[in-house]
């Protein structure tokens, strides 16, 4: 626990302010006490990034209005009431109203710094997810490739510096890390960005069809040929002609499209005409062309035409610190689509945006993060990636123990009292083992 993490305590008790303090201290908070509501209120702003304990018997302001009070002012600031024994019904109808939890006198002191622990954890998130909202906003409006990693600033630098030199480029990068994406850059950053931009995925076409639709052909040119239709080549001139998984593309193509990149010609198919062309080419592989021993028959006369500049784009389990910020993008984006409300980022998310291998890269979690947003996801079935081969016995155990506990809150939505029942383990071994796990109860609450 991060000894700074702030929590304000209001009570008009003194002794009993004075207690409760030393014992969140202790437990490593930083404390604010105040003796009445109103002193609270104005130390407290939405930027607040802790939780606040509070009792409900207060002269002028009590704890059910201060919670009011601060739900006006910030309704994910988590509140924890603090009731005597008739209080009790009030502070069920606040929990249903949204404070985070209540507690009655007498109570332990580890009842308390566990319910401040778990508030502040899930404020924590709350706090990062905003700032990665707005982060992912500036982001959004200034920089097309998001990613705040050393890596990313880099690549955005190069992009920015060859932009305009009209220099063929090949990109290389795992499915779904954004070649395109590198692309559009290069187009909208360079003076060809008034032209078209036009891709080709090499791979998508039969070698019966890509020539005609890169060279274009002349009416008549075969079978089925019955107009003029021009190419994307030609289509390019004046802007940039991306072809996606070049190393797809068939053995006699290659030998025209090298003639193309060397003399800015083409010669569509049914006429002898040669039609210059002003284009900047832009290719994408999946595997490294630069080894033979992978480029099977891509000729080696063309990818060295094409290695002017090569970019490399790097997988995402490789800066993994952009993956929240890209989350937080992806989620804006598909919850603007859908017409839905933007879903908090939940510990079990958080867990499995954290651990997950990502072998589909950006593409795979831009999916992910729309399908949280449709709420047919909660991460909760891949929170923890698979032990490794030869994990220890206690290892198991502890996954095996942490498994039951999820199964056992899903299936109470929650409730504490059924889930220590169903269980049949006490309070405290309860909240010492949410802790030890890393289990958030409030994850498994229904709110009505």
């Keep these: 626990m991060n000894p700074l993490t702030p929590v304000v305590l209001i009570d008009d008790d003194k002794d009993l302010r004075r207690a409760t303090a030393q014992t969140l201290e202790l437990a490593g908070f930083a404390v604010s006490a105040f003796g009445g509501a109103k002193a609270a209120l104005a130390e407290l702003s939405p ?65 308390l710094v566990q319910s401040v622990r778990r508030a502040s954890e899930k404020r924590s998130l709350v706090m990062e997810n905003r700032a990665l909202r707005r982060a992912a906003e500036d982001a959004q409006d200034s920089l097309p490739l998001i990613g705040q990693t050393p890596v990313m600033e880099n690549l955005r630098n190069i992009l920015r510096h060859i932009a305009d030199t009209d220099v063929d480029v090949l990109v290389a990068g795992e499915t779904g890390s954004g070649k395109e994406v590198v692309a559009q850059i290069l187009h909208q950053w360079s003076r060809r960005r008034k032209g078209h931009f036009v891709a080709l995925n090499c791979g998508a076409l039969p070698e019966t069809v890509i020539e005609s639709e890169l060279f274009g052909h002349e009416a008549g040119a075969f079978t089925g040929a019955q107009k003029r239709r021009t190419g994307r080549i030609e289509h390019a001139s004046g802007g940039t002609l991306f072809l996606d998984e070049i190393e797809s593309m068939p053995l006699g193509t290659q030998v025209k499209m090298l003639r193309v990149l060397e003399m800015r010609e083409i010669t569509p198919l049914g006429t002898n005409d040669v ?64 017409r839905r409300e933007v879903p908090p980022l939940s510990q079990s998310v958080h867990r499995y945006l954290s651990s997950h291998a990502w072998p589909g890269n950006v593409r795979e979690l831009s999916h992910f993060a729309e399908r949280v947003v449709l709420g047919l996801e909660s991460g909760e079935d891949t929170t923890v990636s698979p032990l490794p081969a030869g994990s220890s016995l206690p290892e198991k155990l502890e996954r095996y123990e942490a498994e039951i506990i999820r199964d056992a809150l899903s299936a109470n939505a929650g409730d504490v009292r059924r889930t220590i029942e169903a269980l049949g383990i006490a309070r405290k071994t309860f909240y010492d083992k949410l802790q030890r796990h890393g289990i958030d109860r409030a994850d498994f609450v229904t709110r009505k």
């Design 47 to 111: 930027d607040f990034a802790g939780a606040v304990v509070t009792d409900i018997r207060m002269p002028e302001i009590d704890g059910l209005q201060l919670f009011g009070a601060l739900k006006d002012m910030d309704a994910d600031l988590p509140v924890i009431l603090i009731t005597g024994h008739g209080d009790i019904p009030m502070a069920v109808q606040a929990i249903q109203d949204g404070a985070y939890d209540f507690i009655a006198k007498p109570f332990a002191a580890d009842r």
């Design 275 to 338: 039609r210059p062309v002003d284009l900047r080419v832009v290719a994408a592989a999946k595997i490294d062309l630069g080894d033979p021993a992978v480029r099977g028959d891509f000729r080696e006369d063309l990818y060295y035409r094409l290695n002017v500049v090569t970019i490399s784009i790097p997988p995402l389990r490789e800066r993994r610190d952009d993956i929240p910020l890209l989350f937080s993008h992806f989620s804006a984006r598909a919850a603007a689509r859908f």
